[in-house]
């Protein structure tokens, strides 16, 4: 198998890693043709990177992936578990692309906050599995599997995708104004959705720990990126009355002579 990323600095203390994997940097289609091997089952992805830092990989690499996979008869596989579930503004991120993958996994979202992961697999791939072959305690529990139903209720009405994609963009837009307002901070935004990222170029945790003082809960990430994910049911007013704290908040902090 072939993981797109890197991911050493997250695995520390959490060892061994699953046998198996061979890691090729993101974005790479060279290093990616060339890992692969007569054993290579598949390739295996993250749309947009979520704890690596919201590294976008960008939709022309996705649609390169699925080639290459058609190309060799190995799986493309898509971790979706933060990107789905309309995160991006799209049901699934890999839509963006007009690719679909041959399995996917997804959680987060899909329970609207009750626990609860599916992994997807076309026919095709899932013939690999026979029903039994792989068990869990908790597996398609109808509690979960009922919550997911209403979730997906909400998040299929015909305005919920289309808010999430226009209040993504006006968050972008006025952390991108903010971005220019603190060039000390901030050096680039990025991010599709509701799904945003900050690159700071102080500790990313200067920024996290600031603008949680201000009541903002933001997560770093790796890249020293600050994660901004909103409610996907955030208002306009909410996101314009988080800027105005997010700008304010920066604006008292010292950067040169931090505390
Ligand atoms: C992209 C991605 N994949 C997988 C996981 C792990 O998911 P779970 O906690 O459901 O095992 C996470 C958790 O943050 C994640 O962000």
Redesign the pocket.
């Known amino acids: 198998m072939i993981a797109a990323g890197n991911q050493e600095k997250h695995l520390a203390g959490f060892g061994p890693k699953v046998e198996g994997f061979d890691q090729v940097p993101l974005g790479d289609i060279e290093a990616t043709k060339a890992a692969i091997t007569e054993e290579t089952a598949g390739i295996l992805i993250?749309p947009v990177q979520?704890?690596g830092g919201i590294r976008e990989p960008g939709w022309p690499f996705l649609r390169q992936l699925r080639e290459l996979a058609d190309e060799h008869g190995i799986l493309l596989l898509m971790?979706e578990?933060?990107t789905g579930m309309g995160r991006t503004g799209k049901l699934f991120a890999h839509e963006w692309a007009g690719i679909e993958p041959d399995i996917m996994?997804i959680?987060?979202g899909l329970g609207g906050g009750f626990p609860i992961?599916a992994c997807l697999a076309t026919e095709e791939a899932a013939a690999g599995m026979t029903a039994g072959s792989h068990g869990s305690t908790f597996g398609g529990n109808p509690l979960a599997a009922a919550v997911a139903n209403a979730v997906l209720d909400v998040v299929l009405e015909p305005e919920f995708l289309p808010h999430v994609q226009k209040m993504g963009l006006l968050f972008k837009q006025r952390l991108a104004e903010i971005v220019d307002r603190h060039p000390d901070i901030f050096a680039e935004i990025r991010g599709e959705g509701l799904m945003l990222g900050l690159v700071c170029k102080i500790p990313n945790t200067m920024v996290t720990g600031t603008l949680f003082a201000e009541k903002l809960l933001t997560v770093a990430a790796g890249d020293n990126a600050v994660r901004l994910l909103p409610p996907l049911i955030v208002t306009e007013t909410e996101i314009r009355e988080a800027c105005a704290k997010i700008d304010g908040a920066l604006a008292r902090l010292n950067v040169t002579n931090p505390a």
């Open positions: 993250e979520g704890e971790d578990v933060q996994g959680a987060k992961g």
